[in-house]
């Protein structure tokens, strides 16, 4: 499994990349193989802030139903739109066109709290 070193990681298996005051998130590799093939990523949290470890929304596998969680307080300014027509995206790249969102940091510090590259691997057993 792929865990790439420039990002941050949850406990909940979500990554994060910063650029500026700006994020994007989305689900780790070990993530989308544990939920298997995706069919719908649904995010409705669009404009409104939330803080971290706020659900966002869900992604939906053939056999469950996931919740998203927010790594970072912030507002969600951007959904994957792509994702609306290839869910699957997610499954195939997960850290490049299977992104879900883009957010505004309320605080870009916040994200030295979360896991390394390392940890998050110890952490799934890599």
Request: hydrophobic letters at 40%.
């Amino acid at each position: 499994m792929e865990f790439p070193g420039t990002l941050r990681y949850t406990k909940d298996h979500e990554w994060i990349s910063i650029d500026g005051n700006t994020a994007t998130v989305g689900i780790t590799d070990f993530a989308q193989k544990e939920l298997g093939d995706i069919v719908f990523v649904d995010i409705s949290a669009v404009g409104k802030p939330l803080e971290a470890n706020e659900i966002f929304g869900t992604v939906e596998a053939v056999k469950t139903v996931s919740d998203l969680f927010l790594p970072v307080s912030g507002t969600i300014t951007e959904v994957n739109a792509d994702l609306e027509g290839t869910p699957e995206n997610v499954n195939k790249d997960p850290y490049g066109s299977g992104w879900m969102i883009k957010m505004t940091l309320d605080n870009p510090a916040d994200v030295e709290a979360l896991l390394d590259a390392a940890a998050y691997s110890q952490l799934v057993g890599e």
